[in-house]
């Protein structure tokens, strides 16, 4: 009996390690990728929505024109001083495209931009599932 428990838990503990699937998309569909950038909008530089409105037109939409969202977040992090830094934020949903690189070289693009217009330190920038960092 306990043989068979543990080849159970084994065969279901295998089961959760197998590799993922690709996504299997109905018919006239396929897999849309996507990446989230997170952009804090505290201090040093102020970040208002007429500022990002013309953020995302001049160097998000131009790379990425397939599909752009833009949503408020609030979230925490450790600063170079190692201090815990709450602000709010925006997280902005892109597109990928599906050929060349993937994006990656454009959201990193987007990511300095960001970085050096609003003097932000952190960019976090989220990929999509199951695929190497941006």
Same mark, same amino acid.
């Given at each position: 009996?306990?043989?068979?428990?543990?080849?159970?838990?084994? %065969?279901?503990?295998?089961?959760?390690?197998?590799?993922?699937?690709? %996504?299997?998309?109905?018919?006239?569909?396929?897999?849309?990728?996507?990446?989230?950038?997170?952009?804090?909008?505290?201090?040093?530089? =102020?970040?208002?929505?007429?500022?990002?409105?013309?953020?995302?037109?001049?160097?998000? =939409?131009?790379?990425?024109?397939?599909?752009? =969202?833009?949503?408020?977040?609030?979230?925490?992090?450790?600063?170079?001083?190692?201090?815990?830094?709450?602000?709010?934020?925006?997280?902005?949903?892109?597109?990928?495209?599906?050929?060349?690189?993937?994006?990656?070289?454009?959201?990193?693009?987007?990511?300095?931009?960001?970085?050096?217009?609003?003097?932000?330190?952190?960019?976090?920038?989220?990929?999509?599932?199951?695929?190497?960092?941006?």
């Amino acid at each position: 009996m306990r043989a068979a428990g543990a080849l159970i838990l084994m %065969l279901g503990v295998a089961g959760c390690a197998s590799a993922p699937r690709p %996504l299997a998309c109905p018919v006239g569909q396929a897999p849309l990728r996507t990446a989230q950038l997170f952009f804090g909008a505290k201090a040093p530089a =102020t970040l208002d929505e007429r500022a990002l409105r013309r953020f995302v037109d001049q160097e998000v =939409t131009p790379r990425f024109p397939d599909g752009v =969202t833009v949503v408020d977040g609030g979230g925490q992090w450790k600063g170079s001083e190692n201090r815990l830094i709450r602000e709010a934020s925006k997280v902005v949903l892109v597109v990928l495209p599906t050929t060349g690189d993937g994006g990656g070289a454009k959201v990193e693009a987007v990511r300095a931009a960001y970085r050096t217009k609003f003097k932000q330190e952190p960019v976090v920038v989220l990929p999509p599932p199951g695929c190497d960092a941006l």
